[in-house]
């Protein structure tokens, strides 16, 4: 009689989150953990994660790094440490609010080190091993903002959507390696990002922008702890498409982004059929 194997245990998966102790990061986290998956926590301030470290949820599969991403010698250190890594999630990020006349360079190249040149170095350094297994999984948080803009959010709007392009063509470089791409463009949702403490005004007000960048400023800073989208939602729904067999490049997440993303779409369309004639006249 033929010996019955029992079926091997999945290997948990290794993520590897930044800006992990707050908002989606940290709804990662808990997701993560909760699925019996490994995380480092990338995070500038490890003290605010001792808590969830210390935790028997976390049961030893949560390692702490210290990370600024901006910093390619803390980038080193902390990809060192996390070893092995199948999920790579880029969240760590802030907002800038302010007209583009009124949101100056160190503002702008600032908020692109950290959302676009951070993500993007960690993503280089992370491919050579997923390259290696054939294997791995990118996850980009940008927001509905990186796939169309307003008044007031234009750094923002920039650096996520600089992201959303080098990732798109990531996806079409790294599909025949077995590795995937998963571009998250979330709406409004019960994050850190809009908290006084932490949403960044730009240095000057200008009154003839109050009417335009002046009224969203105006709205985000009120609209903390009152946006509709539940981040543990968001990390639920994240981890559930990336089971599928086949993800998209691009997931929408609430009601605000999937209706703004679709009127954007059509905005673009109705500017092509507009201009088609114009357009198509070009040749010889």
Same mark, same amino acid.
């Given at each position: ?17 930044? &800006? *992990?102790? $707050?908002?989606?990061?940290? #709804?990662?986290?808990? @997701?993560?953990? !909760?699925?019996?998956? %490994? =995380? ?113 959010? &234009? *750094?923002? $709007?920039?650096?996520?959507? #600089?992201?959303?392009? @080098?990732?798109? !063509?990531?996806?079409? %470089? =790294? ?110």
């Amino acid at each position: 009689m033929n010996d019955v194997i029992p079926p091997t245990a999945p290997t948990p998966r290794r993520w590897f989150i930044t &800006g *992990a102790n $707050s908002g989606f990061g940290l #709804a990662f986290v808990t @997701a993560a953990l !909760a699925a019996g998956d %490994e =995380v480092v926590a990338a995070v500038r301030r490890p003290e605010t994660m001792s808590g969830l470290a210390a935790s028997a949820s976390a049961a030893g599969r949560l390692t702490v790094v210290e990370l600024d991403v901006r910093d390619p010698a803390a980038r080193t250190r902390a990809l060192r440490t996390a070893g092995r890594i199948d999920v790579l999630v880029n969240n760590a990020g802030y907002a800038v609010v302010g007209a583009v006349e009124e949101t100056d360079d160190d503002a702008l190249r600032d908020i692109f080190e950290v959302m676009f040149f951070g993500a993007l170095a960690l993503t280089r350094e992370v491919l050579p091993q997923m390259r290696e297994r054939r294997d791995g999984t990118i996850v980009q948080i940008s927001s509905m903002g990186g796939l169309l803009s307003f008044a007031g959010v &234009g *750094a923002y $709007s920039a650096a996520k959507g #600089a992201l959303e392009l @080098a990732s798109e !063509a990531l996806a079409a %470089e =790294v599909a025949p390696l077995g590795i995937k791409v998963l571009i998250v463009e979330p709406g409004a949702f019960r994050t850190g990002l809009a908290h006084p403490m932490s949403l960044r005004l730009a240095a000057s007000r200008i009154p003839d922008y109050e009417a335009t960048s002046g009224t969203t400023r105006d709205t985000l800073s009120g609209a903390h702890g009152a946006q509709e989208g539940d981040p543990a939602k968001a990390a639920a729904a994240v981890l559930d498409v990336l089971g599928w067999e086949s993800p998209p490049l691009r997931l929408a997440l609430g009601n605000d982004a999937i209706d703004a993303i679709r009127a954007k779409l059509a905005a673009v369309s109705a500017d092509l059929d507009a201009t088609e004639k114009v357009g198509r006249a070009m040749a010889v």
